[in-house]
Every structure is written in C-alpha cells, then in structure tokens.
C-alpha cells in the first residue's frame, strides 16, 4: 500500500528566513506527487506538481520541490517566507495505477515576525 | 467564475440525524470527491465518483452515501450510522487523468450535537 509520510507536524520560523518541509512516500508503482496548502477553514489550493521531467519544481508564491527517486522524497522549499505563508501544508501522491490521491498528515508552518 | 461551491459552510446537526452536504462545480470535470479533515490526520477519502451513475467506496465510507446524478452534483449524505461525525468535509473535482489537478472547494465544517 502506498502511503505519504510528513515527518514535522509543526515548523515555527521568523520572516525571511528559509524553510524546508519534508516529504517522503512509499510505494510499489511510480507515482505523481503535489503539494497543497490551506488557510484556515478553506479548501486546498495547489502550489505546485511533480509528474516527470526536471526533478526541480517551481510553483506559487515563490515555492520549490526536488523530486529524489532515489530517497523517495519532495521536499518543499522556500528561501524567504513572508507572515502570509503560515498555513497548513500537505504532500499528496497519485499512484500512476488509481486515481485516488493519498495525503500525508499535513505540516503546520507557523511564520514570527 | 469556474469552481466548487459547497454549502453551507457550517453546519450543525443533533446526533441521529442524517445529513447531506452540497458540492457542484461548473468545471465540467469527470471525476469528483469527498474527504473528511480531522485535526493531525489529513484528509481521508470517503467516496469518489469517476463518472454520471457511477461512484467507489473510498478509505473511510462506513456510514456515508453519495449519488451522482449529475455530472455538476455529488452530495455527500452522513447517516445517523457515522459515529463520530463532526469534521471538516471538503469536496473536489479533476478531469479525469491522473495527472490531472484535484481543485477543491471551501469546505463544510460539521457539527453534530
């Protein structure tokens, strides 16, 4: 079974500082990956989407993603973050065998001024 | 304006009674979906319809019903089954591929009392 896996639950930092969240998955069968991010009591909004080519990754708001096949990883970076970027973060995967899309349990970034 | 809309946005219920929460979207995706948000757990797949009259089981389906009678429309009805109801349901819709992006509506926070 395949299954995604956000090691922080919670990420604090000050403004203009880098953060990094971290992903990994599991799974028998290449996959397709996302990052989405909700504000509070919204839906998701997707910052970017990984489904071949360049494992570099660029997407909204000034985010990036690596894709490491190897480490079965998809970090999401972003080298300056702003107050408006606390929000909760989520790592996805489609399995390129279904259509479902499989979350991990999501990391909180918490941005101090 | 292209979207998901869900409503209400919060809703309150005595335990016992069923409920059904709206989703339509005028995006004219083939697939739609429902998930249900508790805190520290993700979104979890409750039902996903691929297509009009026809829709799948996801994760976490026991006292949930669905139809899609319309390719805009997948209520989402919880039953007096589901045991512990209360949660954030969110609703999205893609076109059909896998590689296609979910987009997600607001949300519709439950509480049963």
């Known amino acids: 079974a395949q299954s995604v896996t956000q090691l922080d639950s919670q990420v604090p930092v000050f403004e203009e500082a880098p953060v990094e969240l971290r992903c990994n998955y599991s799974s028998s069968v290449s996959v397709y990956l996302f990052w989405y991010v909700q504000y509070p009591n919204q839906g998701l909004q997707l910052l970017l989407k990984?489904?071949?080519?360049?494992?570099l990754v660029k997407g909204i708001n000034g985010f990036e993603a690596e894709f490491n096949k190897s480490q079965t990883s998809f970090h999401l970076r972003k080298p300056s973050v702003h107050i408006s970027d606390t929000a909760e973060y989520f790592c996805?995967?489609?399995?390129?065998?279904?259509?479902?899309?499989?979350f991990g349990t999501g990391t909180r970034l918490q941005v101090f001024p | 304006d292209g979207g998901i809309t869900q409503s209400p946005k919060y809703l309150f219920r005595k335990e016992g009674q069923n409920v059904t929460l709206s989703c339509e979207q005028n995006?004219?995706?083939?697939?739609m979906y429902w998930y249900r948000q508790d805190p520290g757990q993700g979104l979890r797949l409750i039902y996903y319809s691929q297509i009009v009259n026809d829709f799948q089981k996801g994760d976490i389906a026991e006292g949930y019903s669905v139809s899609r009678e319309k390719k805009e429309s997948f209520p989402l009805t919880v039953t007096s089954a589901q045991k512990n109801p209360t949660a954030f349901y969110l609703c999205?819709?893609?076109?059909?591929?896998?590689?296609?992006?979910?987009?997600f509506g607001p949300g519709t926070r439950l509480t049963v009392l």
């Open positions: 995006l004219n995706h083939d697939a």
């Open positions: 990984y489904l071949s080519g360049s494992t």
């Open positions: 996805a995967v489609t399995p390129s065998d279904t259509d479902k899309l499989i």
């Open positions: 999205a819709s893609r076109q059909r591929g896998f590689t296609d992006t979910q987009y």
